[in-house]
């Protein structure tokens, strides 16, 4: 008789701080910029930028803006996993044990793995909570998850989920977040991704394709396929097919830019000035690499971008809410587990 054990599945967010304390964002910024994945400079180089610079410096602005984003239950990020985990949890079953990791803070993803691994799992899927694929961001849950599981005398069954972006349920998801908004009010539409920094683009790619020319990085195809930025350009293309918006309708760009390495352009705060130059007054933005609403988008777009836009002389600019706890988007996991 073949014996059946549970499935255990593992949800990754990025992670946030414990607290939105100056002590509690300085640690959680030195474990995240510490990940040679997200600053891939020499190691010597990166610990001292890490430990004696941005940590140091950024750690207390930075707390000021988790105080305005946190909630009565806590950041964002991990309130929306949870609730994530919980019904996913609920709609797979008992033959499913759905556990919430996070890749920098808590909950480690080492915890969330000696749960199921006490439950004797004999299958496990791992799911990035990042549609697009990025080597410091679902790289390096997989290195982690890798890197733990080695020290394991049984090692289960593992399916890696690497990236989803253009997953017709949480296309779906993201469309119906837009249509909360009366998008014909608004005279253009951004999607705006976390950027990378282009060296970053270059070293992923196998094939000799990346910012090669200057629009390579804006279609999908085999040879680019694991490239971040075509596979940001192809959930919007998804969305905005979906949403029959004419390409001129819309525009993408990048945010969140650290350091002085060149990053993925346009950036969102040139895009912003240029859309204003162009008579746009109302702008509706979407952020399809966050499934959950956090700093960037809460308080970046949300907040300064929109006062930037307004100091223009722009009359509104508008988030569209994260995918955070859509039913649909519980649905896609859902399938995403399954399908794997
Ligand atoms: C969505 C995917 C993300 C990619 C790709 C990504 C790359 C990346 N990020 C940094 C530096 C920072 N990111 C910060 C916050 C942050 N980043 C993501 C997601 C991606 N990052 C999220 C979801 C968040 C918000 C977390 C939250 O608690 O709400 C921050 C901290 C913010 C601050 O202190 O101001 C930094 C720093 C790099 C260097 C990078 C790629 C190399
Ligand atoms: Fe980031
Ligand atoms: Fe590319």
Redo the contacts with the bound molecule.
């Keep these: 008789m073949a014996l059946a054990g549970k499935t255990g599945v593992l949800l990754v967010n990025?992670g946030?701080?414990d607290a939105p304390t100056r002590g509690a964002?300085y640690r959680y910024?030195k474990e995240?910029?510490l990940d040679g994945r997200?600053?891939d400079i020499n190691p010597i180089a990166r610990n001292i930028l890490v430990r004696g610079i941005i940590a140091p410096f950024?750690s207390g602005a930075?707390a000021k803006?988790y105080q305005e984003?946190w909630t009565d239950k806590g950041?964002p990020?991990k309130v929306f996993g949870y609730f994530l985990q919980e019904e996913v949890q609920k709609q797979l079953g008992d033959d499913y044990i759905v556990e919430l990791g996070m890749r920098y803070q808590n909950p480690s993803i080492k915890s969330a793995l000696d749960k199921l691994m006490a439950q004797q799992i004999s299958r496990l899927v791992v799911l990035p909570l990042?549609p697009q694929y990025?080597s410091?961001?679902t790289g390096s849950v997989h290195d982690e998850v890798m890197r733990l599981l080695r020290q394991e005398q049984i090692i289960p069954e593992i399916s890696f989920i690497n990236s989803y972006h253009d997953h017709p349920k949480m296309i779906a998801a993201f469309v119906a977040r837009a249509q909360e908004h009366n998008i014909e009010d608004y005279d253009h539409l951004l999607f705006s991704y976390?950027g990378?920094?282009k060296r970053?683009l270059v070293k992923a790619d196998r094939c000799n394709h990346c910012m090669q020319t200057e629009n390579c990085c804006e279609t999908l195809s085999i040879k680019n396929q694991h490239c971040?930025s075509a596979q940001c350009y192809d959930t919007s293309r998804a969305i905005a097919e979906a949403l029959n918006l004419p390409k001129e309708k819309y525009s993408n760009c990048f945010q969140?830019r650290?350091g002085r390495d060149p990053w993925l352009e346009p950036y969102t705060s040139d895009l912003l000035k240029e859309r204003y130059e162009k008579g746009d007054r109302k702008i509706l933005v979407f952020c399809p690499?966050?499934v959950a609403d956090?700093?960037?988008t809460t308080i970046e777009i949300s907040e300064e971008y929109a006062e930037e836009f307004e100091e223009m002389g722009g009359e509104h600019l508008q988030l569209v809410e994260g995918l955070n706890d859509h039913p649909l988007w519980v649905e896609a996991v859902v399938e995403l587990i399954q399908e794997a």
């Design positions: 990025l946030t701080p964002v910024l995240f910029l997200v600053i950024r930075s803006l984003l950041s990020l990042f990025a410091a961001t976390h990378l920094p970053q971040y969140s650290l690499a966050f956090c700093l960037e």
